[in-house]
């Protein structure tokens, strides 16, 4: 019986992993049940496929309510492992799983807590949290090698409880071959040869939009034909859409808010954009590789370990607008620069970010344990 503890229920790193465990541990062995804290994009993707779901919400703060809730939801369904995905949810099952005496608790760090935008007091907080749910958890899993090297650099603390799992990619969902990038671009009304960039990802500043419209700018003079796709939502929609208007960018810009047809969009990009400032490894960058796509990152975290700059993507430093439009236009400009940096990612994402190798890694976590 396992049991799993969402941070979110929207469309995000730690959603999608634990959607994809969910969806593919098999089920003669596993019972799952995931808490959320709402309703969302996560509930109804799991409900689709079986899966029990029950809402819980975690406070911002650490609640004795909140808590005592857990430790009877714990009790009642007593699941063999707890695992549980974000800062606070750790918090919370590490404390609530060890009152109810649950065999074993699994902590995933998806992100630093260096890069969350939030207050130094708030942040001296988290860690405080981070302490002790490492004392409590049985395993750390951290979705990057970046990742675990941040968790051990500050704290010292034992190596053998930290465990490195990389997310994995559907290899067959997204496939270049099987996919059809020309169906989105004429549900789009964009030409065949526009030239196309693309991101895909929550409206936050850690994703980087702005600094992609900033370069989107450079990239408009140097190409006037060129579009760019801006898939997804979030709380920055507003103040984007206000930048591109007032830059004059929104004749280019097509904000397509939240799709669930990533594959087919994908398809679509002759270049696909991860500008963010933070990543532990995302899921976006690993689905454009296996796509074939030509990809233009930041190096932080976990891309760095992913792809090699000049032969699976190029890597640009974070907050930095002007070296971004640079390797965009690059590859705009010369397809078969491009088409190579594509084959290469694709070749990668086959020998090392299979979603089956994850799965299996997950698995075999588990059976120790």
Same mark, same amino acid.
């Given at each position: 019986?396992?049991?799993?503890?969402?941070?979110?229920?929207?469309?995000?790193? !730690? *959603?999608?992993?634990? %959607?994809? &465990?969910? #969806? $593919?541990?098999?089920?003669?062995?596993? =019972? @799952?049940?995931?808490?959320?804290?709402?309703?969302?994009?996560?509930?109804?993707?799991?409900?689709?496929?079986?899966?029990?779901?029950?809402?819980?919400?975690?406070?911002?703060?650490?609640?004795?309510?909140?808590?005592?809730?857990?430790?009877?939801?714990?009790?009642?369904?007593?699941?063999?492992?707890?695992?549980?995905?974000?800062?606070?949810?750790?918090?919370?099952?590490?404390?609530?799983?060890?009152?109810?005496?649950?065999?074993?608790?699994?902590?995933?760090?998806?992100?630093?807590?260096?890069?969350?935008?939030?207050?130094?007091?708030?942040?001296?907080?988290?860690?405080? !949290? *981070?302490?002790?749910? %490492?004392? &409590?958890? #049985? $395993?750390?899993?951290?979705?990057?090698? =970046? @990742?675990?090297?941040?968790?051990?650099?500050?704290?010292?603390?034992?190596?053998?409880?930290?465990?490195?799992?990389?997310?994995?990619?559907?290899?067959?969902?997204?496939?270049?071959?099987?996919?059809?990038?020309?169906?989105?671009?004429?549900?789009?009304?964009?030409?065949?040869?526009?030239?196309?960039?693309?991101?895909?990802?929550?409206?936050?500043?850690?994703?980087?939009?702005?600094?992609?419209?900033?370069?989107?700018?450079?990239?408009?003079?140097?190409?006037?034909?060129?579009?760019?796709?801006?898939?997804?939502?979030?709380?920055?929609?507003?103040?984007?859409?206000?930048?591109?208007?007032?830059?004059?960018?929104?004749?280019?810009?097509?904000?397509?808010?939240?799709?669930?047809?990533?594959?087919?969009?994908?398809?679509?990009?002759?270049?696909?954009?991860?500008?963010?400032?933070?990543?532990?490894?995302?899921?976006?960058?690993?689905?454009?590789?296996?796509?074939?796509?030509?990809?233009?990152?930041?190096?932080?975290?976990?891309?760095?370990?992913?792809?090699?700059?000049?032969?699976?993507?190029?890597?640009?430093?974070?907050?930095?607008?002007?070296?971004?439009?640079?390797?965009?236009?690059?590859?705009?400009?010369?397809?078969?620069?491009?088409?190579?940096?594509?084959?290469?990612?694709?070749?990668?994402?086959?020998?090392?970010?299979?979603?089956?190798?994850?799965?299996?890694?997950?698995?075999?976590?588990?059976?120790?344990?």
């Amino acid at each position: 019986r396992l049991l799993h503890l969402a941070d979110t229920a929207d469309r995000g790193g !730690g *959603e999608t992993y634990l %959607f994809l &465990l969910a #969806d $593919r541990l098999p089920r003669d062995r596993y =019972a @799952l049940s995931v808490l959320c804290p709402s309703e969302g994009l996560l509930t109804e993707r799991l409900r689709k496929i079986g899966v029990h779901v029950v809402l819980f919400e975690i406070p911002r703060l650490l609640s004795p309510t909140a808590l005592l809730r857990l430790i009877r939801l714990l009790r009642q369904h007593r699941p063999d492992i707890v695992q549980s995905h974000g800062a606070r949810p750790n918090l919370y099952a590490a404390l609530a799983g060890r009152w109810a005496r649950v065999p074993i608790i699994v902590s995933t760090i998806h992100n630093s807590l260096y890069d969350y935008p939030i207050s130094s007091i708030r942040r001296s907080l988290y860690l405080l !949290g *981070e302490r002790l749910t %490492f004392a &409590l958890s #049985d $395993r750390i899993v951290c979705v990057a090698e =970046a @990742l675990a090297q941040d968790l051990m650099g500050r704290s010292g603390r034992n190596p053998r409880k930290i465990q490195v799992i990389q997310n994995g990619v559907d290899l067959e969902a997204f496939n270049p071959g099987t996919v059809d990038g020309s169906k989105a671009r004429r549900g789009l009304g964009l030409e065949e040869d526009a030239p196309l960039i693309g991101i895909v990802g929550r409206m936050t500043s850690q994703k980087g939009h702005l600094d992609l419209l900033t370069a989107l700018v450079q990239i408009k003079a140097a190409i006037p034909t060129v579009k760019a796709l801006i898939v997804g939502d979030g709380p920055l929609r507003a103040e984007l859409v206000q930048y591109a208007r007032t830059h004059r960018l929104d004749d280019c810009c097509i904000f397509t808010g939240l799709r669930e047809d990533i594959p087919t969009i994908m398809g679509a990009l002759d270049v696909v954009a991860l500008p963010s400032r933070s990543e532990g490894l995302p899921f976006i960058l690993l689905e454009a590789m296996a796509m074939g796509k030509p990809v233009v990152a930041t190096s932080v975290n976990g891309v760095s370990e992913v792809v090699e700059d000049g032969v699976t993507a190029f890597l640009v430093p974070p907050r930095a607008p002007d070296l971004l439009a640079r390797a965009i236009i690059t590859l705009l400009l010369n397809r078969e620069l491009a088409s190579m940096l594509g084959a290469a990612a694709r070749r990668q994402a086959e020998r090392c970010f299979g979603l089956d190798r994850m799965i299996q890694d997950v698995e075999t976590l588990y059976e120790e344990l």
